[in-house]
């Protein structure tokens, strides 16, 4: 009872000054929230990462021929097995793969501007391996002849038939027979169909101006395949007899593999003689490995310095107040409080003010977690509140906080309250 | 008047020493705001002074003239040879250019008596290529027009000469210091064939940052062979290695940045430009200005370091806002001193004065404290996160004038308040 008492006095101190609370709090509002923000966004993006990662590319990786050496080898057929071979070796588990040739790209005659309607010769599982997902119906089987053929969830609203659905029949313009639709795909969220192989959105603001220039620094170059963004695309299996060469091999494996496994690709196809490129999304396996959590620990740094400056504020405050506050305290003492009263009083404020703080800092931190994450025109980049980092910081900002009352109460505590009325 | 000032002055620090505590604490926020400054100057801008200092060893003055790095099924391969290297001589007719080719490939390269090979790109070319650069020769010596190219086999004693990056030394050679890697033999591929090549030098590595920046390179497996040229893990072999095939790319060496913005000029009236990305992929030859490369570089690390650094800037004006207001409590409770002061003739420009003194007094004395809990802290957090550190004179200079300034700032407000108390007001107010 008296306890809630003393809490009540000390938060009403604070509530009748709340300008001045503020600025005192400012060390440990700054602080927390510089504490929790990285740790948010980190946190939120694996989350994510690993809940969507399908979605947002997080489990794929896109292989092509380097066309820049001028003995530069297109890739074959049989490079699918070579890839899969590589992407095993270390005991990865392989979610699906396959390669597929840009066979046909059919553009409306009545629509500018319309997103053309692409035909893709598939070997191996492509479909899944490009991330799609299924409605209705089946993917293509091996045994499957070149007339039956999967079906983008785009490709319906295209031909004008919204219901078009397995076993029906379709005949893209141009192409020499008519196909058995066995299965169609799942529509994908606007986000993945603005993502690029490198888990760039392609529609944030900030791609163009940021994310383009950096790219081109780091040597890595836009790369025509507009196709696998329409959501038009129709996957027939690969006649026989056609032509040996493929244009793209798509694997899917767990996201925490992806990075190793492109480079093991990457240097099996390089003894093989055969020069790749493979990409995949650049920001989420940094975030998703151990690096970034070493660099989240400098931030544990500024969270200690500006703790550290806001408990000096509160303590130097605090003593002042005991200094200036000596009559109110020699009367307190007069009317029977004891010296632990007293004591109790300060650390007490120093508590809530703490516990106040850190809760601000918590709403800040949260803020600026929102902002930076808003900031980076990567695919999938979110935040999440990170209750153990978050609950760290709190409970630190308040032993700091009462640490740094600590000095103020003794000295409140053992003022001579006579000493404190005869002063006046 | 000066008399006059230095007693205001004198107050002021003595006010500072009489209240050792309190000043102590003041200091004490100043300290860690200077050694957060001290770590934002030392990491964010000696890093960028480093990293601008490595790109210029890439060759601001080279043009490259390539294949476009994204040639779309079907399309067909621009040539690339003897004939378009005259063309380009005869474009820049008059700018003396030095027009270098080279043919590269991708192999699979081990050192002899080690076990893992490494994946590095093989770049052939005539000896005048060091030009194309700015990096000095560290061990050894650079390739010669009569060094021997080597012959297919393994047990073969015709070993072709070859020189490494200083980098791709460390990545063959793992236990070996670069200077004894001069001599030895590698184990590579030429068009398929296994090949031996002797080590005949090093070149030494232009990027500072290496392993930092690899810490972060998730991008490497989406560069193409041109591009990753420039990582610099590279084997150069003499011209002839790959025979005379088509070339990989042409770099031209200028004489300086003015022929380089005019042969650019030039080159793109009958090439693509590498600036416009759609060009990229419009199956003619690009053209390439290293030095704007590096200015993007430049800039975007700016950018990125721009943002890192806000965070720290704002700590320091947390620490200012907090300064400022530990000042504004103190005067608060000073203000039976300072309507004394003017009773006793002091006026409202001293007070001010005298509590910027002590605000200056007390920042000043904790960012010199900071300096090296600032210095400590940057070694800490350097063995953290392997962070480039570099600590400077001019730095703690620096540091010191954001002290003085923190300082300065903070008193603002304090010492306006307080010399716009009504002394009589607050005198009558104790009285009553």
Known sequence: ?424 | MNRRLLSVVGEGLLHVVRHPLRSLLTAFTSAIAIAVTVNVISLAFGMQEDIAGDVDRFGRNTVDVGLPPALAPGMPRPPLGAAQAARAAAILDGLDPLIVPRRQRASPVRGEGQTESERLQLVAAPPTYLRTLNIPVAHGRWLRSDDPVGAPGTETDAVGACVLDGAAAERIFPQVAPAAVVGRVVALRVEGAPRRMRVVGILSDPLRYRELFETFDEGKGARTLTSSLLSFRNVYLPEATFGDGPYTGISIVLADGGAVVEAQERLIGVWADARDLASLSSGRLVVFARGQWMDALGASTMQGSMIGNLVWMLIVLVAAIMISTLHLITVRERYDEVALRRCEGARRSDIALQITVEGVTTALLGGLAGLPLGYVGAALLREIVQFPFRFEFRYALVATGVAVFLGLVSSVLPARHAARLQPAQVLSRRLT
């Open chain 1, 1 to 424: 009872m008296r306890w809630i008492a003393v809490l009540a006095t000390a938060l009403r101190r604070l509530r009748q000054r709340p300008v001045r609370t503020f600025l005192l709090l400012q060390g440990t509002i700054w602080g927390v929230a510089v504490a929790i923000f990285p740790s948010a966004v980190i946190q939120g993006t694996r989350e994510a990462a690993r809940s969507q990662g399908t979605e947002l590319g997080a489990d794929r990786i896109a292989v092509r021929a380097d066309t820049t050496p001028d003995n530069a080898k297109g890739l074959r057929r049989a490079d699918l097995a070579t890839v899969r071979r590589a992407a095993e070796a270390d005991g990865t588990r392989l979610l699906a793969s396959g390669a597929l040739r840009v066979a046909r790209s059919v553009v409306k005659a009545d629509a500018d501007g319309a997103v053309p309607l692409t035909v893709l010769e598939t070997f191996g599982a492509a479909e899944p391996a490009r991330g799609l997902s299924l409605a209705a119906g089946r993917w293509l089987a091996p045994d499957d002849g070149p007339g039956k053929c999967v079906v983008e969830a785009g490709v319906g609203p295209w031909l004008e038939d919204p219901s078009l659905a397995p076993g029906d029949e379709i005949q893209p313009a141009g192409w020499p027979t008519p196909l058995t639709v066995v299965g169609v795909c799942r529509a994908r969220s606007a986000q993945a169909r603005q993502t690029n192989d490198l888990g760039f959105d392609l529609e944030h603001p900030l791609y163009k101006k940021i994310g383009v220039p950096l790219l081109f620094a780091m040597g890595i170059m836009p790369v025509p395949d507009d196709w696998k963004r329409t959501d038009c695309c129709v996957y027939v299996r690969a006649p026989a007899d056609a032509s040996d060469e493929v244009h793209w091999i798509f694997l899917r494996v767990p996201p925490d593999a992806v990075s190793t496994t492109a480079n093991r690709v990457r240097d099996h196809m390089t003894n093989a003689d055969k020069a790749i490129v493979t990409q995949y999304p650049l920001v989420l396996p940094l975030i998703m490995g151990e690096t970034v959590d070493r660099f989240a620990a400098v931030n544990l740094a500024m969270f200690l310095a500006c703790l550290l400056m806001g408990a000096v504020v509160m303590m130097n405050v605090a003593l002042l107040s005991a200094l200036t506050r000596s009559r109110e305290i020699a009367i307190r003492r007069t009317e029977g409080a004891t010296q632990r009263d007293i004591a109790f009083q300060f650390l007490v404020e120093g508590f809530a003010l703490s516990l106040v703080g850190a809760g601000l800092g918590c709403v800040l931190g949260m803020l600026l977690a929102h902002i930076r994450a808003s900031l980076e025109p990567v695919a999938g980049f979110t935040w999440s509140f990170p209750v153990r980092e978050g609950s760290w910081a709190v409970v630190l900002a308040v032993v700091i906080g009462v640490l740094a009352s600590l000095l103020p109460a003794l000295r409140a505590a053992n003022q001579d309250p006579v000493r404190g009325l005869a002063d006046e």
